[in-house]
């Protein structure tokens, strides 16, 4: 095998990009996909920047609501409730993940944990909530059906014009034509990320950190390379460029179609989960049985009432010198936040093992690969989306158990229970509005980098190996291209 | 028929022997041409014709016998070797979205040998491609106007060999006269050429000594010392018979 020389590699590089210069379809594809990415990117980066600013201020305007309430009875406020906003990371951008079903606002009350709203795919209307054009569907499933287009017959033509053993019965080695033509769908396919990266250098402007951006990029990168290197293969061993074609269109199907589809039913299937309803009757008879936190004569209060009274030493509620109706809401928040922890926790757990085996798939499929791993490092995957449910459920249950704390220590039961006896009474039944400031200062942050590779790895491991597989099989494509 | 094996020769095949998917494709073949010989490779369908010339470019590996150009083992010297043969495959379309001249640079470039306008215009008129078409590309061209193409780049090459698979197929009477035309003053010059064809006429028309393959063993030789003085009749004949035995095998 004659030596590889930069020289004729260039020839066949720039050869190849006059072909598809002059070839209509080509030139095409390369116009109306870089146009589509460019401006899916330009959208995405302005509705995800306006959305960024608009959550902080929805956060501080919420915030801003809670803690200006006058002077209330305290579980009025617990009632009153208030939002905890996701800002959306600075590479959602790029990818807007989970977020865009998952929702990105909890409106946080005693009581109850409410499912995340705001989600851009229930909001919107008509076929919209298909799926929008987000840059990393072009990336994931439309780049490669781009280079597809383009890059199908860069081998298989120059077999069927004969032009294969013309070039190599001359001397030019046939990795010297595979290498030239890779390399000049490999520029097509930095054009393509080139959006995608400038993309993230605009995410790094708003606070991602450097190796992210470039583990995003360069993921995306291992990824297109897959597909100009599984062109390069198919197009190199079939006989004819229609075969090439044929083979390429069915491996997309197969890998960015319908290999996603089967990755999430099987994990469906093999973790099922419980569905929302049959949960929400499961937590519902649950809650029945810790008794109403309303109500300080349920009996299901009757040992925390004999305690206290033991504790206190009195023989009355009415002789506590703490409120017991405050008490009674504590203790009852807190059982049943216990409970819907519970249920909370198990039903991510679900969510993560069907993740998990789903994430599998990307042995499979490189796009099932890429999918989660653009979604971890952008910070828009399940996980990141489950902190955000756990940390506002904290935020949640500090905020209730603090009015509640307010409750006991702050409103005498005597007041509390004549709140309803007249006006004056009613003014009574306050605690001060003070106690509203403990709300401020709720800011989700996203995962650190460190946390962000770990989770990724498995997914730059697959399609590392992948690209890796694809080179030993072109290697040996080669020697048998004549 | 053994050719015995002389100095003077440049293609020189001595017992050569190819298996393709476990099947003998060529039976100890042997012969060999001169320099400023026109030897022409007669035989039918599968008769291992175009396989005799891809052994020769190394695209196939003999299971045994001995193969040189020029004095170098093909398997040892495959890039020099390649360097100093112009192969011309049957169908050579070349590429059809450049001009012949486009078409001429590419290839060239790829041989890493420089050339100047001139002399890339010189070779195209020495194969008398009209100007016209010099810059049209190729997929408007006749397959004769591309076998010109393809010809004047083997010039330009300055290959001393040239491998012609099946020249004639598919041209035209008066094309058919030019390319031999060409071919005549090729070998006038000094080029080797092997030919390898099933146009028993053309090859007499042609060639100074034709061998007559069937079944991957060469069954027959024919020689004259001026091309169109070999027997036609004779070669036609033993064609046939050839023939005829491969059907009722």
């Known amino acids: 095998m004659r030596g590889?020389?930069?020289?004729?590699?260039?020839?066949?590089?720039?050869?190849?990009?006059?072909?598809?210069?002059?070839?209509?379809?080509?030139?095409?594809?390369?116009?109306?996909?870089?146009?589509?990415?460019?401006?899916?990117?330009?959208?995405?980066?302005i509705y995800m920047h306006d959305l960024a600013h608009q959550r902080h201020a929805m956060q501080h305007a919420s915030e801003q609501a809670f803690v200006e309430q006058p002077d209330r009875h305290p579980h009025r406020m617990v009632h009153y409730g208030h939002y905890a906003f996701k800002t959306p990371p600075p590479l959602s951008l790029l990818d807007p993940g989970v977020d865009a079903y998952t929702g990105n606002a909890i409106f946080l009350e005693g009581h109850r944990q409410n499912s995340a709203t705001f989600a851009?795919?229930?909001?919107?209307?008509?076929?919209?909530?298909?799926?929008?054009?987000?840059?990393?569907?072009?990336?994931?499933?439309?780049?490669?059906?781009?280079?597809?287009?383009?890059?199908?017959?860069?081998?298989?033509?120059?077999?069927?014009?004969?032009?294969?053993?013309?070039?190599?019965?001359?001397?030019?080695?046939?990795?010297?034509?595979?290498?030239?033509?890779?390399?000049?769908?490999?520029?097509?396919a930095g054009l393509i990320l080139l959006p995608l990266a400038s993309a993230a250098l605009f995410a790094m402007s708003q606070g991602e950190s450097l190796v992210i951006a470039f583990s995003f990029v360069g993921a995306y990168g291992l990824y297109l390379g897959f597909w100009v290197l599984l062109g390069l293969l198919v197009s190199t061993l079939a006989s004819t460029s229609r075969a090439s074609f044929t083979l390429l269109v069915v491996a997309w199907i197969i890998l960015c179609v319908a290999m996603p589809r089967v990755a999430s039913t099987t994990a469906s299937a093999v973790a099922p989960s419980v569905g929302k309803l049959e949960t929400d009757f499961m937590v519902i008879n649950e809650l029945r049985k810790l008794g109403d936190g309303h109500n300080a004569n349920d009996p299901a209060f009757k040992k925390l009432k004999q305690s206290l009274l033991?504790?206190?030493?009195?023989?009355?509620?009415?002789a506590l010198p703490i409120n017991f109706r405050g008490v009674v809401a504590s203790q009852s928040e807190g059982q049943l936040t216990q409970v819907l922890n519970r249920f909370a926790h198990q039903q991510m757990t679900q969510e993560l093992q069907q993740v998990r085996i789903a994430r599998q798939f990307g042995w499979a499929s490189p796009k099932v690969a890429l999918h989660a791993l653009s979604m971890v490092l952008s910070?828009?995957?399940?996980?990141?989306?489950?902190?955000?449910?756990?940390?506002?459920?904290?935020?949640?249950?500090?905020?209730?158990?603090?009015?509640?704390?307010?409750?006991?220590?702050?409103?005498?039961?005597?007041?509390?229970?004549?709140?309803?006896?007249?006006?004056?009474?009613?003014q009574k039944a306050r605690v001060d509005a003070s106690n509203w400031q403990m709300i401020q200062g709720f800011e989700f942050t996203i995962d650190n980098?460190?946390?962000?590779?770990?989770?990724?790895?498995?997914g730059l491991v697959q399609l590392t190996l992948w690209v890796l597989v694809l080179l030993v099989l072109i290697r040996w494509a080669g020697r048998r291209a004549l | 028929?053994?050719?015995?094996?002389?100095?003077?020769?440049?293609?020189?095949?001595?017992?050569?022997?190819?298996?393709?998917?476990?099947?003998?494709?060529?039976?100890?073949?042997?012969?060999?041409?001169?320099?400023?010989?026109i030897y022409?490779?007669?035989?039918?369908?599968?008769?291992?014709?175009?396989?005799?010339?891809?052994?020769?470019?190394?695209?196939?590996?003999?299971?045994?016998?001995?193969?040189?150009?020029?004095?170098?083992?093909?398997?040892?010297?495959?890039?020099?070797?390649?360097?100093?043969?112009?192969?011309?495959?049957?169908?050579?379309?070349?590429?059809?979205?450049?001009?012949?001249?486009?078409?001429?640079e590419y290839f060239l470039s790829l041989a890493e040998i420089a050339k100047s306008n001139e002399e890339i215009e010189g070779a195209l008129t020495r194969v008398a491609l009209q100007s016209a078409a010099w810059r049209r590309p190729l997929d408007s061209y006749s397959k004769g106007m591309r076998q010109k193409t393809a010809i004047a780049l083997a010039l330009l090459r300055s290959a001393p060999i040239f491998l012609l698979d099946e020249p004639t197929s598919g041209l035209d009477p008066?094309?058919?006269?030019?390319?031999?035309?060409?071919?005549?003053e090729l070998a006038g010059s000094g080029a080797s050429i092997l030919m390898v064809t099933h146009d028993v006429y053309g090859a007499c028309q042609v060639a100074n000594r034709i061998g007559l393959l069937r079944n991957g063993e060469l069954v027959g030789e024919f020689e004259a010392e001026q091309p169109e003085k070999i027997d036609t009749q004779a070669v036609h004949a033993a064609f046939a018979q050839v023939q005829t035995r491969v059907t009722a095998k």
């Open chain 1, 4 to 45: 590889i020389s930069a020289f004729q590699v260039t020839c066949v590089f720039k050869d190849e990009w006059r072909y598809w210069l002059r070839s209509k379809l080509a030139i095409t594809v390369l116009a109306i996909g870089s146009l589509l990415t460019f401006a899916s990117v330009a959208m995405t980066a």
């Open chain 1, 120 to 188: 851009e795919q229930r909001q919107s209307t008509g076929l919209t909530k298909l799926g929008s054009l987000a840059p990393a569907f072009i990336g994931q499933v439309l780049a490669p059906l781009m280079l597809i287009l383009i890059g199908y017959s860069m081998m298989s033509r120059e077999r069927e014009s004969q032009t294969l053993a013309f070039l190599v019965a001359q001397g030019t080695s046939i990795f010297t034509l595979i290498l030239g033509k890779g390399l000049a769908l490999g520029s097509v």
């Open chain 1, 310 to 318: 033991e504790k206190y030493k009195v023989d009355k509620v009415e």
């Open chain 1, 379 to 426: 910070g828009t995957s399940l996980e990141t989306h489950h902190r955000f449910l756990t940390e506002t459920e904290a935020l949640r249950f500090n905020f209730v158990q603090s009015l509640n704390q307010a409750h006991v220590e702050q409103l005498s039961y005597q007041d509390d229970i004549n709140r309803n006896k007249g006006d004056e009474a009613w």
């Open chain 1, 449 to 458: 980098v460190k946390t962000r590779l770990v989770r990724g790895q498995t």
């Open chain 2, 1 to 37: 028929m053994a050719n015995k094996i002389q100095n003077s020769y440049v293609i020189e095949v001595d017992s050569l022997c190819v298996e393709i998917n476990q099947t003998s494709v060529l039976k100890s073949l042997s012969f060999s041409v001169a320099r400023g010989e």
């Open chain 2, 40 to 104: 022409a490779l007669l035989g039918g369908n599968g008769a291992g014709k175009s396989t005799t010339l891809k052994t020769i470019l190394g695209f196939h590996v003999p299971s045994s016998g001995k193969l040189k150009i020029d004095g170098q083992d093909v398997y040892s010297e495959l890039d020099t070797v390649r360097q100093k043969t112009a192969y011309l495959p049957e169908n050579a379309t070349l590429y059809p979205h450049l001009s012949a001249i486009e078409n001429i």
């Open chain 2, 174 to 184: 008066v094309a058919i006269d030019e390319f031999n035309q060409l071919v005549s």
